[in-house]
Nanobody
Framework: QVQVVESGGGSVLPGGSLGLSCAAS????????WAWFRQAPGKEREGVAA????????WYADSAKGRFTISQDNAENTMYLQMNSLNPEDTAMYYC???????????????????WGQGTQVTVSS
């Protein structure tokens, strides 16, 4: 089992930045793919960014490219999402997810991820 806990959400003005963290514990050596998903009210959960733990390869949704950066600190079992140039369309609950599937990081879908955090709210509003 792997436990994940997100932190770092909050409210920000359009154009601002936020950094999210995902701290993992438990059987973390089993994790091959990490991802950030988000879900806005009335919308489906969507993958935003993902990383292949073993190789460091990354994937970004088109909406996140050039603005978001995913990274990991294997020594600390922590994953990060730096979000810049935020806009109101980025408002959502953001979830950290982990999977032992080595392919899950590429164009991630929720069903491929076994371990989920409780989510952290990101609100972008003027």
């Amino acid at each position: 089992q792997v436990q994940v806990v997100e932190s770092g959400g909050g409210s920000v003005l359009p154009g601002g930045s936020l950094g999210l963290s995902c701290a993992a514990s438990g059987y973390t050596s089993s994790v091959a793919s990490w991802a950030w998903f988000r879900q806005a009210p009335g919308k489906e959960r969507e993958g935003v960014a993902a990383i292949y733990t073993l190789g460091g390869d990354t994937w970004y949704a088109d909406s996140a490219k050039g603005r978001f950066t995913i990274s990991q600190d294997n020594a600390e079992n922590t994953m990060y999402l730096q979000m810049n140039s935020l806009n109101p369309e980025d408002t959502a609950m953001y979830y950290c997810a982990a999977s032992p599937n080595r392919r899950a990081w590429y164009a991630p879908i929720a069903v491929d991820f076994e371990y989920w955090g409780q989510g952290t709210q990101v609100t972008v509003s003027s």
